[in-house]
């Protein structure tokens, strides 16, 4: 290989925590650094319309903008479009691939590939190097994207296919899965529609869903010295992050939100405020 790689295995410190809640956690072989930060898994259909890629390159700019990892298998389509999305924003992106780490599929992918290792990501995979990607590794893998993350969003799926499978198996381990609907007559829409129907959890738009995974992950890690509206980002800021940014009491603090809020500026979601 022309990168160094590691082996890592269950009982290592490099080990993602998650693995673990596998019957048979796997060995992985990983390119890049992994962080402690949690993972937010972003899936979905190759063949999705351009709305499902814009809104998946959104989601996943904003995930990494909140300090968050994305996690993705870096097919074609959806897993594409919020790689990009997250390494736009100069976040942390980790990709599972379903054949070594040394071997890009789809080919197309190469340069996305190689962005995830210079901005410091990962690329992680149970099958050693030189692998081929067979297509029946692909399914086995997507457990290991459910398992590193702590939240799955669905941005558009079929009926069929490697994100309703990803779906399935987060919801087995506990792991909140967020789906955005779709028309009832669009295929690439028919399997987000009916994850919710079983009971997913519906997200509608980048704002809510960072609202949403705020309750599952705690407040996004935000830096001040990014400020957007009157030092507030679009993704939103802490109520505490906010009273130091703006050099006042807590009670100033809300007393400046309430304003804002009064005059429809802002919105305060519990001790998270987002410009509206």
Not at 188 to 203: F, I, K, T
């Given at each position: ?155 558009e799926a079929s009926r069929t296919g490697g994100a309703l499978i990803t779906a399935r198996l987060a ?106």
């Open positions: 290989m022309s990168r160094d790689h590691r082996r890592i295995e269950p009982r290592d410190a490099l080990y993602p925590v998650g693995l673990h809640d596998l019957e048979e956690p796997p060995s992985l072989f990983l390119l890049g650094a992994l962080t402690t930060a949690p993972g937010v898994a972003v899936v979905g259909t190759r063949r999705c319309t351009r709305y499902g890629l814009a809104l998946a390159e959104r989601f996943g700019r904003v995930i990494a903008d909140s300090g968050w990892t994305v996690v993705s298998g870096l097919a074609r389509g959806i897993d594409t479009a919020a790689h990009r999305g997250c390494l736009d924003g100069g976040g942390h992106a980790v990709a599972v691939l379903g054949s070594g780490i040394d071997v890009c599929y789809p080919r197309e992918n190469q340069s996305v590939y190689d962005r995830i290792l210079e901005i410091g990501g990962a690329i992680l995979s149970e099958y050693a190097p030189g692998t081929p990607p067979d297509r029946w590794r692909f399914p086995a893998r997507n457990r290991i994207i459910a398992a590193i993350s702590a939240a799955v969003v669905v941005v919801a087995e381990l506990g792991r909140p899965v967020f789906v955005v609907p779709g028309d009832v007559d669009r295929p690439a829409s028919e399997g987000c529609n009916r994850l919710l129907r079983d009971g997913a959890h519906p997200v509608l738009g980048d704002r809510d869903l960072i609202e949403e995974l705020s309750l599952v992950l705690g407040l996004p890690r935000h830096t001040v010295d990014r400020p957007g509206f009157d030092g507030i980002p679009a993704t939103g800021i802490s109520l505490d992050d906010l009273t130091e940014y703006w050099g006042l009491t807590v009670s100033q603090t809300l007393a400046r939100v309430g304003k804002l809020e009064l005059e429809g500026l802002v919105t305060r979601h519990g001790n998270l405020v987002l410009p509206a």
